[in-house]
């Protein structure tokens, strides 16, 4: 596992990491402590830990285990995109760039991990049926890919990108003590991010009215989605009740969906799985 190489990789997944990431000297230092010799030899050890603290929970056991459910999560995105690329009359061809730049950036994340992972990387032939996924999620949902339905398409994607979010979300608290990798996984984040924004402004241009964030526990208003955004509903942060605090610009109280819509929950390994199951996920 050549340390350089890995980091090179993790700059190319976010295409603007470059711009914020610190410079690669910097990030070995930080990675390590000290410039000498005893911790480079170390380097991969060490990072296999914060790739083990980054990407798992204790249900998953080891390294590989751990970036391989993340590559399999990344199989299914990039997957999806890919796959409605592909279908010509299902997405607009003014639209077509974005989801075009969306699936590259997907496409970069499975790249990065199998660098990580070489041989150990799971194959994409073992999800779904020989690496043929299940788009309606075992009939929970339309087959929008058939019918060629894009308001429908919109709103899975959506819901992808808003798992993505919290997804990541929830791995920060992990990775929190490392600058390196926190920075990185927050890039991440925010690439997801700007993607699910950017299908809530697709959405609203055709026609629906999402704000460019969540707000509430599934403002898609489609049931077959709604369990990716259980707890979105929440209003109490760091143990206190925020509907119960005043607004000192108005001095009303805070409304309920001000307040979800400021928060986006996390999610845990536990919390995601049954999500991406039924789609092929293995």
Known sequence: MNIFSIIEELEKVDPELNERFSPRRE??????????????????????????????????????????????????????????????????????????????HENAHVSFLKSVLGSAAVVQTTQGTNGTYDWTAGGTLPNYFATKDYATFLIV????????????????????????????????????????????????????SPKAWITGANDTGFAGIAANYAGEDNTNQGGVDLTTLINPVTGAKFTTNAITEAFDEPLTYAQVLPLVTPFGVK
């Open 27 to 104: 990030a070995i230092k930080n990675l390590t402590g000290y410039g000498s010799k005893i911790a480079m030899a170390a380097l991969p050890f060490a990072l296999g830990s914060l790739f083990n603290k980054a990407y798992g929970q204790t249900t998953v056991g080891d390294v590989n285990g751990t970036l391989n459910f993340a590559l399999k999560l990344e199989y299914l995105e990039a997957a999806f995109y890919n796959t409605a690329i592909a279908t010509t009359g299902l997405i607009p061809a003014a639209d077509l760039p974005a989801f075009q730049l969306i699936a590259s």
């Open 157 to 208: 994607a959506n819901a992808f990108e808003d798992t993505g979010v919290r997804a990541y979300k929830g791995q920060a608290p992990n990775i929190i003590g490392n600058q390196v990798v926190l920075t990185a996984a927050l890039n991440i984040h925010s690439v997801e991010a700007r993607h699910a924004a950017h299908i809530r402004g697709i959405r609203r241009a055709s026609g629906t």
